[in-house]
């Protein structure tokens, strides 16, 4: 038998980097991030008109107002289980068991809800609808902070907020306004069906990055322990507990600034309902692109330091100008669209929260992104709550000193959100004192073993 020659000697060729790692992308997840973002579209293109259109087809609006609660409720929850989930079965399970809700439940609406404006139905198809966005989309989120390089997270949860928020409500309510002229509301809802089909199936059928496909909580972990392990977590990790309690207060003012502002701008200052809705357009439109900025930053200059002083501070300064500007100034258009800009760009700050989460509690990422996104979930109630309360007794510009108010205690809050990394090199070598905020992202202590599930490097 002939020998096989030697192969060739020397050091190894390094690996080139592709277009994708230079931009912060993870490696094999960037088939994802155009999944998330047509999804997204698809899901965002009702939201600028969906409720105005059932009220025409005969909805009254206290109904109208009880069919969004029940999907903001079914939403809340999923976007809580889809980390305890990810735990359990793998984000790609996850995300798959969104998209056929959204898919399923979004034909049940469409083909007899809706026609026959069944209100049982609606509130069943459309309030179980409200679990699919979550599921696929902070799947994906989760799946990101198990497999993005330490020192590239921030990026990453930068690039998938930009390709959510791009998504709902950005190019979704512009696809709507295209849309609905040509071919009428509700078949425009169709379209938006088959949006979120592309979308799941460029994410799902592209992305074959492996620890998706697997559980991430260790093995032989108890399925109850791991599902509810996220609420558990809170009491185990105050740091956990704390960051929930930050992202709650990144969108509280958020959800409350859109139950009281549309009235202050057009009643109070005078601008037209258009000239508000394009105030409106800027401030996100700022926001998706800053989302990015400060995911970058944030790996450069430290997560807890953007948290803590783009995010937490700069909002405490914008809401404020957002109120005071228009008022002393007489409600100059241009100024306005400059406060509402800026409000969009620091309301990004908070983006590294979702790289700093899964960093506090190495062993168990879903349960930390699980109880990132139950911090995410109860703002959608509590902003409109704290406006229902307090927009009587002390007016807008009283609510809005409770809300920067929120967002100085979210600075404050953010600056003691140290990894465990960070404490032992503290203990170590006398690093920064209590609260002082660190320099940049640091390498995680432990992880559990790969065939456990859980992902390498973080």
């Known amino acids: 038998m002939a020998s096989t020659p030697p192969g060739p000697t020397g050091p190894p060729r390094t690996q080139r980097p592709v277009w994708t790692d230079r931009l912060g992308i993870p490696r094999g997840l960037a088939w994802g991030f155009l999944g998330v973002l047509v999804f997204m579209i698809g899901d965002g293109v009702e939201s600028g008109y969906l409720s105005p259109y059932l009220v025409q087809e005969g909805l009254s609006a206290q109904r109208v107002a009880m069919l969004f609660t029940v999907y903001g409720v079914t939403a809340s929850v999923a976007a809580w289980l889809s980390g305890a989930l990810s735990d359990l079965w793998g984000p790609r399970r996850v995300m798959m068991a969104g998209f056929g809700a959204w898919v399923g439940f979004q034909v049940l609406m469409l083909a007899i809800a809706v026609p026959s404006m069944n209100y049982p139905l609606l509130l069943l198809s459309y309030g179980l609808r409200g679990i699919g966005y ?24 930068g690039w998938f907020w930009f390709a959510f928020t791009g998504g709902l409500p950005t190019l979704g309510s512009l696809v709507a306004s295209f849309l609905i002229p040509q071919i009428g509301a509700y078949r425009t809802l169709w379209f938006s069906l088959g949006l979120v089909v592309l979308g799941g199936l460029i994410a799902l059928l592209l992305v074959r990055e492996r620890t998706g496909f697997r559980r991430l909580a260790p093995a032989g972990e108890r399925p109850l322990a791991t599902l509810f392990g996220s609420l558990a977590l809170l009491g185990r990790n105050p740091r956990i507990g704390m960051g ?26 005078g601008l037209s309902l258009s000239q508000w809705l394009r105030l409106l357009s800027v401030m996100f439109a700022v926001n998706i692109v800053f989302n990015l900025v400060f995911g970058v930053l944030g790996d450069r200059i430290g997560w807890r330091r953007t948290v803590a002083w783009c995010g937490g501070a700069g909002c405490t300064v914008t809401s404020l100008l957002l109120y005071y500007v228009p008022t002393l100034l007489g409600g100059q258009y241009a100024l306005c669209l400059l406060v509402a800009g800026l409000f969009g760009a620091t309301l ?63 600075g404050v809050l953010a600056l003691f959100l140290r990894t465990p990394a960070e404490d032992r090199d503290r203990r170590a070598d006398g690093g920064p004192a209590d609260g002082e905020p660190a320099s940049g992202p640091v390498p995680a202590t432990t992880t559990a073993a790969p065939a456990a599930g859980a992902p390498e490097g973080l």
């Open 134 to 157: 979550p599921l696929f989309a902070f799947g994906f989120l989760v799946w990101i902070a198990a497999t993005a390089p330490e020192k590239r997270l921030g990026t990453a949860v």
């Open 348 to 410: 990004a700050g908070y983006v590294p929260l979702s790289a700093l989460m899964p960093s506090l509690a190495p062993a168990h990422k879903g349960q930390a992104m699980a109880a990132l996104n139950l911090g995410a979930g109860a703002s959608t109630f509590v902003g409109p709550a704290l406006v229902a309360v307090f927009l009587g007794p002390l007016g807008v510009q009283g609510v809005i000193w409770i809300f920067a108010g929120l967002y100085a205690l979210s």
């Open 244 to 269: 929930a309690v930050v992202r709650m207060i990144n969108t509280v003012p958020e959800f409350g600034f859109l139950v009281c502002l549309p009235a202050f701008f057009t009643q109070t200052i």
